[in-house]
């Protein structure tokens, strides 16, 4: 496995939407927003609300483990608490989604674990809705 550059220059990595889906889905601060609002405003209103900055939530997204997981192409990357979805080709963060959940069966923790194959088609959801593309009028 390679290891992962220094956090602070991949900061980046983290887009807006994964900015503002951590506020919403981890941090529990969601806001209606008009169609038609870009990423940018979107996750700087999310911020603002939840007190914080962009660039503080993306330290909190870009942990090492999910920076070495970005840096070995891994296609998403659970955490205590969140599970991160990434792009391997662009090594971003997409997403974030709530942590997995984990339950117990006789005496053995058991996953209810996302499929990298779910990952990939919540990475391409998502990477299209950022992008505005469209398909028969409505968002894939």
Known sequence: MRPAPPIETILHRVTYHAV????QRILGVSIPMEKGTTEI???AIHCK???TTIDDVRRL???PTVAVAIE???AAIDTKNFTAVLDPEQQIVV???E???YKQRHGRRKASSRSEKQCHRIAERVGMQIKG???KGKMK
């Open 72 to 74: 070995n192409k891994f």
């Open 95 to 97: 997403t974030i989604l």
């Open 61 to 63: 997204v870009m942990i």
């Open 41 to 43: 405003i979107r996750a």
């Open 99 to 101: 942590p997995q959940t």
């Open 49 to 51: 609300r939840a007190k």
């Open 133 to 135: 593309i469209h398909t």
């Open 20 to 23: 503002t889906r951590y506020v």
